[in-house]
């Protein structure tokens, strides 16, 4: 029995007290507070079972939820969760051992039409049937995470593009059936707002799908290519001419990529009034234009000057350690490559290792 007092500090009051039956009784907004303050997605859980209550204010206001900590029996759980949580917007199903079915993500589908982010992320049993299924149920969804599902083909994921064309962050990593030229071809006609992708170790991706992201989505600010094996040049450039809101840019293990995507990087930079050498100062605002990262890594057929060039166009790039944006690992003949910043430090030390000639 919970009571909100004695009849004696109720006398005191001035008029009876409302009495709370049990913890079923206490309001939604409380419930929700108290929620939002002590509790946990697994506390979320266990409280959505307690009564029809609870079940019924957690459905109206929980809208994130993260199963990530449930070691076993995720699917089964997800199954009985979907349809007491239809206002739904975030959604965390990552898993350390794969779990999931297609079953789950077709539950899904079925309940949570409002949902925005999605993680499935290392879903390995998940098939066809789970693109098909959030196509379907989830046509508001911008955020997307499916890497390491490498069961998924391009016909399910171009279906997907079709349907859910506000997307604008997809992570493919891994997706070697799913991410294909032809499958890009659709997210660059469906997805124009897309900013960030993913097509790390996606080796079938050549230069015609690239150069289509290019064309069709100009909003790109985040593009990860590494281990894309087959890219050459053309790539590059048409990122250069065609993404002018770029940031970040993988290219890790890309071996065909020469000085000439380089320099075409360096020419594509929007030229700022100030000086490259007065942006050092101002690295961490917003306003700055261009790429702040940039992986290399392994691209052995690049050289200094060509490097140089990109890093002096673009200040946000660096090579000192406290801020280390551009990547060159591997690179033996890149060593002498230096960001403003460090040009600026191997200078002043200049100065200090010179002789004093004051008398």
């Not at 898993?95 to 949570?112: G, R």
């Not at 030229?181 to 124009?192: E, F, K």
Request: glycine share 6%; with cysteine.
């Amino acid at each position: 029995m919970v009571s909100t007092g004695s009849g004696r500090e109720q006398a005191e009051i001035g008029g009876a007290m409302p009495t709370l039956s049990g913890w079923k009784d206490l309001p939604m907004e409380l419930l929700m507070r108290i929620i939002s303050v002590a509790g946990d997605d697994q506390m979320i859980v266990v409280a959505s079972g307690v009564c029809t209550g609870w079940r019924d204010a957690l459905g109206w206001g929980v809208t994130n939820l993260s199963l990530s900590w449930c070691q076993q029996n995720m699917n089964s759980l997800m199954i009985s969760l979907a349809h007491k949580f239809t206002k739904l917007q975030v959604l965390t199903l990552r898993q350390i051992k794969p779990q999931l079915e297609d079953s789950a993500v077709e539950a899904v589908s079925n309940y949570c039409y409002d949902l925005r982010e999605l993680d499935l992320s290392r879903s390995f049993r998940l098939t066809d049937r789970s693109l098909y299924a959030l196509a379907q149920g989830c046509p508001r969804l911008t955020r997307l995470n499916i890497s390491g599902c490498s069961s998924f083909s391009d016909s399910a994921l171009i279906y997907l593009s079709c349907h859910c064309q506000n997307l604008k962050c997809l992570n493919l990593c891994g997706c070697v059936k799913a991410a294909t030229d032809g499958a890009l071809q659709a997210i660059a006609r469906n997805c124009v707002q897309l900013q960030s992708l993913n097509l790390g170790w996606c080796e079938d991706i050549t230069d015609e799908g690239v150069t289509s992201l290019a064309s069709g989505c100009p909003d790109l600010r985040a593009l990860d290519l590494c281990g894309c094996v087959l890219i050459t040049d053309e790539s590059v450039v048409a990122l250069a001419s065609g993404c002018r809101h770029l940031r970040s840019l993988g290219l890790y293990y890309c071996q065909n990529i020469t000085d000439r995507a380089m320099y075409s990087l360096a020419n594509s930079c929007v030229k700022r009034k100030p000086g490259k050498w007065d942006s050092v100062r101002t690295s961490s605002s917003k306003d700055i234009v261009g790429l702040a990262n940039l992986n290399i890594s392994q691209c052995t057929a690049l050289t200094p000057p060509a490097v140089q060039a990109v890093c002096d166009s673009f200040p946000s790039l660096h090579t000192c350690p406290e801020r280390h944006s551009l990547i060159i690992s591997g690179c033996l003949s890149l060593t002498s490559v230096h960001c403003a910043c460090g040009i600026q430090r191997l200078r002043s030390a200049g100065r200090a290792l010179q002789p004093n000639h004051a008398y």
